[in-house]
């Protein structure tokens, strides 16, 4: 008799963007959010690195491949799409794949933002596109290497997620018993 049992299944995510150059700066948006007057990442996108690493983790959590995959040359509408719509369709992506979000933790390396006052914030505008909590916290590289000199920002992310639609697909309906005429 095989165990009735859901198995979760956890993913990572790292995404690195650099900070753009003096001579064309960027705003910066980060877990989420809109930091006025601090120095801007580069990138395609809002080079949003939380959030992109909170997508990619899910879907690794899923197997079913990475940011690349899925926001790739073959969805253009997505070219340019802000952190928090890619994290929201990554999220529908995953539940149309047959997975539930139990939840998502990103953790980013960087001497600036000073992230503590607006924690709850980035965590509430994340959670709501990925419909599942995300929590995000911040750290340092004591000074060292391309975050430690303030070139850029990296995350972090793990995800974990549960198959819904192959474990009822597997489990046995209640009804019934065998044999028993249908009503
Ligand atoms: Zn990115």
Redesign the pocket.
């Known amino acids: 008799m095989a165990l009735n049992m859901v198995l979760p299944r956890t993913g990572v995510g790292i995404?690195v963007?650099a900070f753009a150059p003096e001579n064309d700066p960027q705003p910066l948006w980060l877990g989420g959010l809109f930091w006025p007057g601090e120095q801007g990442l580069s990138?395609h996108?809002d080079?949003d690195?939380v959030a992109?690493a909170a997508a990619d983790a899910l879907f690794s959590a899923c197997g079913i491949g990475d940011l690349g995959t899925h926001f790739g040359t073959d969805r253009p509408e997505f070219a340019g799409a802000s952190g928090v719509k890619l994290l929201g369709e990554a999220a529908r992506i995953v539940r149309e794949a047959g997975f539930e979000i139990g939840n998502v933790a990103v953790q980013f390396v960087a001497n600036r933002p000073k992230f503590g006052p607006r924690r709850e914030e980035s965590q509430r505008v994340l959670s709501e596109a990925a419909g599942a909590p995300v929590s995000v916290t911040a750290t340092t590289s004591d000074g060292l290497g391309f975050t430690g000199r303030s070139e850029g920002i990296s995350a972090v992310a793990t995800a974990l997620v549960y198959p819904v639609s192959a474990n009822e697909a597997s489990a046995p309906e209640p009804g019934p018993a065998k044999g028993a005429p249908h009503a």
């Open positions: 995404d963007h990138g996108s080079g690195c992109h």
